[in-house]
């Protein structure tokens, strides 16, 4: 019987050259969950991703996708995986000389040998999920961020996937489109029975949306829980995320010397 966790990571390693970026990460997500991933800039979220989708290989760990470890799958078979995985990527990343129509089409008719005429009907059923039928032959540029976004989304569920990775939807979205987009994400996770993991600093909204959430600090998870007890922790690494507040175990500053020896300001006093 096929396990429910279509994501398994399991002491996950991963640095740049000699510095460490992720330290034994541990994590599982369920069939059907939309998951977030949270924590500081830097702290690894996108490089998680990148691990989920077999551009970056771990030091040592291993994350698995429906079975199969990423890292040791060659390259047909990754590719034949990446297939069953979308992507959203924070600005759309769409394709500025194809109109929306063909946006969304692209991967159909790359990956597909479905006929055009059922093509038309597919790229218009991802339309209609995301709200934009009737923007089909519009460009890029003639969209607003919040429209290029869902188009994204609809390219990203062309082919049906098992999984869809997020990162940073809601950059850059007025409250509405921020609002609209959170929504889309929760119902095509259901109304698909994907797995939606979503890399973002916008705890408010996510917490309206997702199932889970994991965070991330100095490379490990720091705190991991359901949005009611991510709201009720006291935990200060938690508490200071969730408030956005300055003072807390997040610090503002990165490491540097003292500042007074940076401005050479360390003098003999006589």
């Known amino acids: 019987m096929a396990s429910d966790n279509l994501i398994e990571i399991k002491n996950l390693n991963f640095s740049y050259d000699t510095r460490a970026i992720l330290k034994g990460i541990d994590m599982t997500m369920r069939r059907g969950q939309v998951v977030a991933i949270m924590g500081g800039s830097g702290s690894g979220k996108t490089t998680l991703l990148r691990l989920i989708g077999g551009a970056l290989q771990p030091s040592s760990g291993y994350a698995k ?14 590719f034949k995986l990446r297939r069953k995985m979308g992507m959203l990527f924070q600005f759309g990343a769409l394709f500025t000389d194809l109109s929306v129509f063909d946006n969304v089409a692209f991967q159909m008719r790359e990956h597909t040998n ?5 093509i038309r009907d597919l790229v218009l059923m991802k339309l209609h999920a995301v709200g934009l039928r009737g923007a089909h032959h519009l460009m890029p540029n003639e969209l607003s961020g919040g429209m290029a976004r869902r188009v994204a989304l609809a390219r990203s569920i062309a082919l049906d996937p098992m999984l869809i990775m997020y990162d940073e939807p809601f950059t850059g979205l007025d409250p509405i489109s921020l609002s609209v987009i959170g929504n889309l994400i929760r119902r095509l996770t259901d109304a698909l029975g994907m797995t939606s993991i979503v890399v973002t600093h916008d705890v408010q909204e996510s917490l309206k949306i997702v199932d889970y959430v994991y965070f991330i600090a100095d490379g490990v998870i720091a ?4 949005p009611q007890q991510v709201r009720d922790s006291i ?10 507040e300055e003072d ?3 610090p503002f500053h990165y ?10 300001l360390e003098e003999t006093v006589v």
């Open 235 to 244: 935990a200060p690494f938690v508490h200071q995320f969730v408030h956005g």
């Open 255 to 264: 490491p540097a010397r003292q500042y007074r020896k940076d401005l050479n």
């Open 248 to 250: 807390g175990p997040v």
């Open 65 to 78: 996708f429906a079975g199969q470890v990423i890292h040791q799958l060659n390259r047909d078979a990754l």
């Open 223 to 226: 705190a991991e829980g359901t």
């Open 114 to 118: 479905l006929p055009e005429a059922m």
